[in-house]
């Protein structure tokens, strides 16, 4: 008989325990002590057990659970959390790599729509006013949204991070949404490397000819009328130092050369490294040759200081050719960089370590040759001679000199050399007025 309470009435307990039996089958079988009943009316008891067997209940558990540490751990590898928000109940959940990766504490995170204005608030000003519309327009709900932004950490480290979102729609109405973040900092740092690579010197990190011509390119194309000024520097014997000391040395020589023309510049000019010991400075908006002078007179000044390298302190100097345009005017950048090489080579001429300024004389001066195709008369073994061409002004009465190694190479490869102004592929080719004369003419000295 039930057991009666201080009022008389009867009373039951209940309880349920999970365990483990045998079965006979041998396989293993979980079940609970099914609500064992006693009662108790002070002669006696009574116990009533029931047993249910609840293994497929048990085992779906455990796979659960299993699956989430699975997720957990996958989440963990990609750095990748999620978050989700029933629009409905006003309800947030993050996942625990949500907070690993944000920095932030399940306690500073309310389980509410404040949970997306926590994540905002870690965002950079530049970034925020678009995670932050995305998070919040309904409207733009309906395509997922993408966006890659930086995130501060509340440890100071920022990192880059893409978010994406998509809501689940009823009647009309969104009801829920559902979002990723994954850290893609690696990523973006590999890319903003790559891209910078794409357009700077290895050596020294400065900018390289393609990203000057581009520059250049784009202020002689402003339609504002304003004088722009190209410095073509060259350093003086460059070569022989660096063969009399060492490769390295030179590399490093050349990475402090580069601080030193660096430190002389306005904010607005661009210092490019053109290739090997050469360098060109793109200054924008100059006020005349005047205040060109002046930037040259820095630089010169920086190039006098002693530079200590491996023991030593090596003094540099540099010839520098000038050039100067009006943007607007339709003036080419490559004929604008040429323009000041040539006058560069004015100044090697003169004597090295000074400047010289572009004009057009120096165009009427400088060298030119008009190459044309010659027919190949190679050997039976299929080899063509060598040319080397020797530079020298070209007037009336001179013409190129051209003198045959004895050195031959088979038919179709390109000798490698290097002259100035410009160079054609030597192969098979020689000057159409060497052929029409072909009694040597008289050489000139070649320039320095």
């Not at 339609?223 to 022989?240: E, Q």
């Not at 090596?314 to 339709?330: D, I, K």
């Not at 009465?397 to 290097?418: D, E, L, V, W």
């Not at 098979?428 to 040597?440: F, G, K, L, Q, Y």
Request: net charge positive; proline share 5%; aromatic share 4%.
């Amino acid at each position: 008989m039930p057991r009666k309470s201080a009022a008389g009435q009867p009373t039951t307990s209940a309880a349920a325990r999970l365990m483990k039996v045998q079965a006979p089958s041998a396989s293993s079988q979980q079940m609970p002590s099914a609500e064992a009943s006693s009662t108790r009316d002070g002669s006696g008891h009574s116990l009533v057990v029931n047993f249910t067997d609840v293994t497929a209940r048990v085992e779906a558990q455990v796979a659960l659970a299993d699956r989430e540490a699975q997720l957990v751990d996958a989440q963990r590898l990609a750095r990748l959390g999620s978050w989700e928000w029933d629009v409905t109940t006003d309800e947030v959940c993050w996942s625990d790599e949500m907070y690993r990766l944000t920095g932030l504490l399940p306690e500073d995170v309310p389980l509410d729509r404040r949970a997306l204005a926590a994540y905002t608030a870690l965002v950079p000003s530049h970034d925020a006013a678009e995670v932050a519309r995305l998070l919040t327009d309904r409207d733009g709900w309906r395509e997922a949204v993408d966006v890659r932004h930086r995130l501060t950490r509340p440890d100071g480290e920022q990192r880059w991070f893409h978010c994406r979102a998509r809501a689940a729609y009823e009647a009309g109405r969104p009801v829920r949404v559902l979002g990723t973040i994954q850290d893609i900092t690696e990523q973006k740092v590999a890319e903003e490397t790559l891209a910078h690579r794409a357009l700077h010197d290895d050596l020294t990190g400065l900018a390289n000819r393609a990203l000057l011509l581009d520059r250049l390119a784009r202020v002689l194309a402003h339609g504002r009328s304003t004088t722009v000024a190209v410095i073509f520097l060259d350093l003086d014997r460059f070569k022989w130092g660096n063969d009399s000391l060492n490769h390295s040395a030179g590399d490093k020589l050349l990475v402090a050369v580069a601080r030193a023309l660096e430190s002389a510049l306005r904010a607005t000019d661009t210092l490019a490294r053109f290739g090997g010991d050469e360098f060109v400075v793109l200054c924008e908006q100059v006020g005349g040759p005047g205040e060109v002078l002046d930037i040259v007179d820095r630089l010169a000044e920086r190039l006098t200081q002693p530079f200590a390298l491996e023991g030593q302190d090596l003094v540099v100097s540099a010839s520098m050719g000038v050039a100067l345009a009006l943007s607007g005017t339709g003036v080419d950048a490559d004929e604008l960089i040429r323009d000041a090489d040539t006058a560069m080579y004015r100044a090697k001429k003169l004597g090295r370590a000074r400047v010289e300024m572009f004009d057009e004389q120096m165009r009427r001066r400088a060298p030119r040759v008009e190459f044309a195709q010659w027919r190949q008369r190679g050997s039976a073994g299929g080899s063509s001679p060598v040319v080397i061409v020797r530079w020298v002004q070209a007037t009336s009465c001179q013409a190129p000199c051209f003198q045959p190694m004895r050195r031959r190479i088979p038919t179709g490869s390109k000798p490698r050399a290097r002259c100035r102004p410009t160079l054609a592929s030597l192969g098979n080719v020689i000057p159409a007025m060497a052929v029409r004369n072909p009694r040597p003419a008289r050489r000139a000295n070649s320039a320095p």
